[in-house]
């Protein structure tokens, strides 16, 4: 006689002339998310990341070796898309995320209990755990940052994105400069004004601008080329590649910021990194001969609007082919620095609501492209190193 086993569909075949129970068939991790019966199950999916809250979850910087998250795709941020797996004494030493960072991007095939782990969609009390066939370490998530169900990382993304899902290094950035070039709708330098009114509206006072590297509230009126007014900065400097004022690379909002007229002319066109002495009118940031350190609130955007400006921008379309190097100092070339100290900014300062709710906003209203690094940030490390 069978047993039953409550709460699973058990299939029967016949050996012998007897009926025995078939293996029970592996769930995905959409499967598992919406049958949360409290049943035991076997699922698998890609290791994303280490759950520290119901809506969030460590890409790197891993705290602990109790817990994992797994999905269906390895390049997942959304936590929506996400089953937590509490990992239990007997299987930490081989599958917790603080000894075995590197199983990111990996296939984890576990057996466990389908119940609530963090008040969120989990698998508790695991019986059997082991890598499976497919795994990949492409993209390999090395910031550290919160990952919740938002606008910015959703089904809508995925969707976006689907033609660079699983692709990594050059393949992955090819496929992002298709994405961020299709479709996409390329504004004025006149109609910056307007939009950067939006973008950058300050929270606090809907009738100013939030200055990006002072950090100041400014009238939104007071846009203009006189000292106390602010002006459109180009994070990536016009003559970094020569590419001006058009149509194009001189008007892509993903990296045109608003600042006051005095402390845009201060930056100039030099390159980034750390150190050198305060700028007057912009505390917090730093300048020498041949670079820029901005305020720690925003050093992980800048890194990410380079990032983005070096994949949508790749010789094809009439302007130059930009790229992000190691150096400081870069002049006229269509280069700029510094690449490491850029992917330490990056790490240290993830995105946040603000640079997503902005990203989201130049999607849907103005130029209907999307910054992939704010969206999925483990991006950067697959690309640049």
């Not at 959409?30 to 890609?46: K, N, R």
């Not at 504004?187 to 601008?209: E, H, I, M, R």
């Not at 010789?315 to 002049?331: P, S």
């Amino acid at each position: 006689m069978v047993p039953a086993l409550t709460g699973i569909l058990v299939a029967t075949i016949t050996v012998f002339g007897f009926p025995q129970p078939a293996a029970a068939a592996t769930l995905t991790v959409a499967q598992a998310i919406s049958g949360q019966t409290g049943a035991s199950a076997t699922v698998s999916g890609y290791v994303v990341g280490e759950p520290t809250a119901t809506n969030t979850v460590r890409f790197s910087g891993f705290t602990g070796d109790t817990a994992l998250a797994i999905a269906d795709s390895a390049s997942t941020t959304s936590t929506g898309s996400m089953l937590y797996v509490q990992i239990t004494t007997s299987y930490r030493a081989s599958f917790g995320l603080l000894t075995n960072p590197t199983l990111i991007g990996k296939k984890l095939t576990v057996t466990g209990t389908l119940t609530a782990y963090f008040s969120h969609a989990g698998l508790k009390s695991p019986t059997a755990m082991s890598l499976g066939t497919g795994s990949t370490t492409s993209p390999t998530a090395t910031a550290t940052a919160t990952a919740t169900a938002s606008p910015t990382a959703s089904s809508t993304t995925d969707t976006y994105y689907a033609s660079a899902l699983g692709k990594s290094g050059s393949s992955l950035k090819s496929a992002l400069h298709t994405i961020t070039s299709s479709g996409t709708t390329k504004l004025s330098y006149d109609g910056v004004w307007n939009a950067l009114k939006v973008t950058d509206q300050d929270p606090s006072n809907s009738s100013n601008v939030k200055l990006f590297y002072s950090g100041i509230s400014r009238s939104k009126t007071l846009n203009g080329g006189s000292s106390g007014n602010w002006n459109r900065e180009h994070v990536w400097p016009q003559s970094h590649g020569d590419f001006g004022t058009g149509a194009g690379p001189g008007t892509d909002l993903h990296h045109l910021r608003p600042e006051d007229v005095t402390v845009n002319a201060l930056r100039g066109n030099l390159d980034f990194d750390n150190g050198g002495s305060a700028v007057s009118g912009a505390s917090g940031n730093y300048s020498d001969s041949d670079s820029w350190e901005p305020r720690a609130a925003v050093k992980g955007d800048v890194a990410r609007m380079l990032f983005y400006m070096a994949v949508r921008y790749s010789g094809d379309d009439g302007f130059a082919d930009l790229e992000v190097n190691n150096v400081t100092g870069n002049g006229s070339v269509p280069y700029t620095g510094k690449l490491s100290t850029l992917i330490a900014w990056h790490n240290a300062d993830p995105p946040d609501s603000a640079e997503k709710a902005r990203n989201q906003l130049i999607y849907a209203t103005y130029q209907h492209n999307r910054n992939p690094f704010i969206d999925h940030p483990e991006w950067a490390a697959s690309i640049f190193g």
